[in-house]
């Protein structure tokens, strides 16, 4: 899917996405990798209503995919904008249960990607709602990724994270309008790197027991699903 999607050289990392844009010359694309919710909370064994009660392949894979790729692009000081899922007790999100409280924990990296707190060239957003997009709209009415994507003269950005069916979805769906009505100069393309995307599962036998909405994990997670005509979460 990445290889379709975005031309690749192979270097010493394993790729080159494109040409390098920004400083780098060479006239290509440049492309910013936008990581969403890799969080505890969602993905920490134990670490909450919406975390993984267990060993989780996929999940797993999404963190591992998303920690090569933050590497690669940390090493080649290309943009990256990480949304953090954080929210105040006092303002629940039905219709989920608690999670990602502010302080918990929950709210911050996974142990593997929280070097990237010291990066200069990663912008972290924390946002309280599902949609990424929304979520980086500021009081003053100026929207956080939008400003990244100008300043950094983001034309393509990669999205990869949890959960592909809810926080993805939305943040892409959003984006790719935003795009279309000019609103985020000079994005261009949005890519979803399938491999680099999970999502929670909380079987019918324990939603019920909490008293949440069912999600279990097989349900179709693939770009192609995500601008498919169905739109369940
Ligand atoms: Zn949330």
Same mark, same amino acid.
């Given at each position: 899917m990445l290889k379709r999607e975005i031309p690749f050289e192979d270097d010493e990392d394993g790729f080159i996405l494109m040409a390098e844009g920004g400083g780098g010359g060479g006239g290509g694309k440049v492309v910013g990798l936008v990581l969403v919710d890799i969080v505890n909370g969602f993905c920490?064994?134990?670490?909450?209503?919406?975390?993984?009660?267990?060993?989780?392949?996929?999940?797993?894979?999404?963190?591992?995919?998303?920690?090569?790729?933050?590497?690669?692009? &940390?090493?080649?000081?290309?943009?990256?904008?990480?949304?953090?899922? =954080?929210?105040?007790?006092?303002?629940? %999100?039905?219709?989920?249960?608690?999670?990602?409280?502010?302080?918990?924990?929950?709210? !911050?990296?996974?142990?593997?990607?929280?070097?990237?707190?010291? %990066?200069? !060239?990663?912008t972290i957003k924390r946002k309280d709602c599902i949609d990424g997009f929304i979520g980086s709209m500021e009081k003053d009415g100026s929207n956080g990724f939008a400003d990244w994507?100008?300043?950094?003269?983001?034309?393509?950005?990669?999205?990869?994270?949890?959960?592909?069916?809810? &926080?993805?979805?939305?943040?892409?769906? =959003? =984006?790719?309008?935003?795009?279309? =009505?000019?609103?985020?100069?000079?994005? %261009?393309?949005?890519?979803?790197?399938?491999?680099?995307?999970?999502t929670f599962d909380l079987p019918l036998h324990v939603a019920k027991s909490i008293g949440a909405l069912a999600h279990p994990q097989g349900i179709p997670t693939s770009p192609g699903t995500l601008h498919g005509k169905g739109k369940r979460s």
């Open positions: 920490t064994i134990g670490a909450g209503n919406l975390a993984p009660v267990g060993p989780n392949k996929q999940i797993n894979t999404m963190v591992e995919e998303s920690v090569w790729l933050s590497k690669v692009f &940390c090493k080649k000081k290309w943009p990256i904008f990480a949304l953090l899922d =954080t929210h105040h007790p006092d303002k629940p %999100e039905p219709p989920y249960p608690p999670h990602c409280i502010v302080g918990s924990g929950e709210d !911050n990296f996974v142990p593997a990607l929280q070097w990237l707190e010291e %990066e200069s !060239n990663v994507v100008k300043a950094n003269g983001v034309n393509v950005v990669l999205v990869v994270g949890i959960c592909t069916d809810i &926080c993805v979805l939305d943040f892409v769906s =959003t =984006t790719l309008s935003a795009r279309n =009505t000019g609103l985020v100069p000079p994005l %261009e393309d949005v890519v979803v790197y399938s491999k680099g995307c999970a």
